[in-house]
């Protein structure tokens, strides 16, 4: 009787935590923030490992997301930028060659100063990063973008919800080629991060992450042109699938490496080629260099630097540090890419996983979503950080609180120490995750 009535009610109360996201929860309100995502995290772990089928993740996963439909985003203000990128795209002009401050005074279109005040300051000053495929989705937006912001809103999430169904087919069917549960996909498509992050405040990693697992669903059957194909798309979605395109190499072997890298090629041309003009190289490379350079936020190894720093030279050493960090990046990547075996599957998996990971441990800005990048890698290679990351990163929205932006040193060192604790205790005593599968979880 007892089980049946729990059985009921989790889904309800799991609902009812996405409702309160979907209902206008400030990122200032920053107790009940954290309070309700962490409860979400630990009501979903209990009713995965206790009661979840293919069909009722589908199902609840449907119903939280469609909470979020006239949701108008209130964690991030991302939003604002990608539906002015759209709208002057909308009126012939390269979002790569301009920033909002040289434009306020040149044009006009829906809602213009509003996009322009809500986007902030940071957003305001700079060129565009978002790549190609991305842009071509926010001009959609804008074209549905008339009277209200909520219009052009509700395009994107659309594709962003068509995109994460997709991610839920693809992934079982990658799962069951790797002779895993199909109902792992829970710990992905339920995730509390991938639902509010993705479709909630509209940043596309899901959708990236779609077309990276389009492409290793074709790599792991040896269509190397198709797989190239789809991981172009995803690099024209985000650029972070370019980290890891070297570490195919010896899985694939130089000739069809070859192959892979045409696809590639391809499908990049067909998305840049159309922004290429003027000094739009120029441009997009200095607006990447800042996130190397200039932005700081929630990073780990960064603030042991920081504060190393601080100490010695008497100030913020980030400038310096971001200079060297390109070279770090490179010599991790050829660590991963020729150092290991990478020949099977899984091997591949856990190097893509490692160097991501890597890469997101030493980086100064680490944002929520950024490690919707890393929770499949997780399930596929039986990691289970990323997946605890995926509930302590959220705690960075604490540094918004009704006082102003103000990072939390013990909210930062708590969510640290969990993640490096579970991290080294995986890498000594094997992967925690192996037990996915209910009701074993975490058992060693």
């Not at 980030?318 to 099977?344: D, H, K, Y």
């Not at 890698?377 to 605890?388: E, T």
Request: charged letters at 10%; glycine letters at 8%; one cysteine or more.
């Amino acid at each position: 009787m007892f089980h049946s009535i729990i059985r009921f009610l989790l889904p309800l109360l799991i609902l009812s935590g996405f409702f309160v996201f979907s209902n206008g929860l400030d990122r200032s309100e920053t107790t009940v923030l954290l309070g309700v995502y962490s409860g979400l995290f630990l009501l979903l772990w209990y009713w995965i490992k206790n009661f979840s089928t293919l069909g009722s993740i589908l199902f609840f996963g449907v119903i939280a997301r469609l909470l979020f439909s006239f949701h108008l985003p209130e964690l991030s203000q991302d939003f604002y930028r990608y539906l002015w990128d759209g709208q002057i795209q909308q009126l012939g002009i390269n979002p790569y060659l301009y920033s909002p401050e040289e434009l306020i005074d040149k044009v006009r279109f829906p809602q213009v100063q509003l996009l322009y005040e809500k986007m902030g300051s940071l957003s305001r000053g700079n060129y565009s990063n978002y790549p190609p495929a991305s842009q071509l989705l926010f001009n959609l937006a804008a074209f549905f973008h008339q009277d209200q912001v909520l219009d052009g809103v509700l395009v994107l999430r659309l594709i962003y919800f068509f995109g994460e169904l997709l991610l839920f087919f693809v992934g079982i069917t990658f799962l069951k080629r790797l002779h895993l549960e199909p109902v792992y996909i829970a710990w992905y498509f339920l995730n509390p991060l991938v639902i509010i992050e993705g479709i909630g405040n509209l940043h596309g990693e899901s959708l990236m992450f779609c077309f990276t697992l389009l492409s290793m669903d074709y790599l792991i059957r040896k269509k190397s042109l198709y797989g190239g194909f789809f991981l172009g798309i995803a690099v024209a979605i985000k650029l972070l699938p370019l980290l890891f395109i070297p570490i195919f190499y010896k899985y694939l072997g130089w000739k069809k490496f070859s192959v892979f890298c045409l696809g590639l090629g391809l499908s990049s041309a067909l998305f840049w080629l159309p922004f290429w003009e003027g000094s739009m190289a120029n441009q997009y490379k200095d607006t990447l260099d800042l996130w190397f350079t200039t932005f700081e936020f929630n990073g780990s190894l960064y603030n042991i630097v920081r504060a190393i720093g601080y100490q010695y030279k008497g100030y913020n050493i980030i400038r310096q540090l971001g200079e060297v960090t390109p070279f770090i990046v490179v010599g991790l990547i050829a660590l991963f890419s020729f150092f290991r075996s990478n020949r099977t599957t899984q091997s591949l998996i856990k190097s893509i996983l490692f160097l991501l990971s890597c890469y997101f441990f030493m980086a100064t800005t680490i944002h929520p979503w950024y490690i919707i990048n890393l929770l499949f890698f997780g399930i596929l290679s039986s990691y289970a950080y990323p997946l605890v990351w995926s509930l302590t990163v959220f705690w960075s929205y604490s540094a918004y609180g009704a006082q102003g932006f103000e990072e939390n040193s013990f909210i930062l060192i708590a969510e640290y120490l969990l993640v490096y604790g579970i991290v080294l205790w995986e890498l000594i005593q094997g992967p925690l995750g192996k037990h996915f599968q209910k009701p074993h979880f975490f058992r060693t």
